[in-house]
């Protein structure tokens, strides 16, 4: 029995295992990329979701293109009986599995890292069950690597940061949205959204806006200078990443 566990390292799969190596590896690099991108304008899916997700996706895709080498290249296989749907399968019902872990609190998404990684999981358990040993091993490498690096690396490279601000002043809206949009100016923010109500009776408005900023300490600043206006009279300021 054990004599026939040689097959999964036999040169023919240790060649295919390269090339799918080298296509998770430009995969890899590529979805980094475009996540740069999303984390640099404040989003929640970042470089570790779209790197995870695009591995993911060329490793299962480039494996069906061996099928001579699926199960060390001695699988019996009935012509009715097609793997690809137990693939299929696996991976419809890790997407309801990873969507179970996306939740949203407040003005922030969470979990979008975790189910990328739990979709990657599923895929490189299938690169494992077709017998794509090598392979299967550099994708958990990679896997790894994102989810112990990415997130420190991108507090490190330059973004943006969103800022949801719900302002009390007193004094009539319009007078409070001209006083406060000057002063997110001021300061180096880009008001992206707004939105403000008026209560005449009280002679109080109330302003929500949504500001975007690249400066680190965006949000104590933007409190500490909120907090020395005079016409404030409550404030709440929320990170958003959506």
Known sequence: MFENLGIYWSPPLLQVSAIIILHLIGSFGLGTVMGFERVYHGRAAGMRTYALVCTASCGLTIACGFPDLWYGGQAQISPNVDPTRVIQGVMTGIGFL????????????????????????????????????????????????????????????????LLKVVVKCAGSGEKARMELDLLAGNLGFKVTDWAISCNNELGQASYEMTVQSDRSDAQHTLVQALQNTPSVQELTVTPMRD
């Open 98 to 161: 990873g969507a179970g872990v996306i939740m949203r609190e407040g003005q922030t998404i969470r979990g979008l890292s975790t189910a990328a990684s739990i979709w990657m999981a599923a895929a490189i358990g299938t690169l494992v069950g077709l017998g794509f040993y090598l392979s299967s091993i550099a994708a958990a490498i990679m896997t790894t690597f994102a989810m112990a690096t990415f997130r420190q690396l991108e507090a490190r490279l330059p973004h943006f940061s």
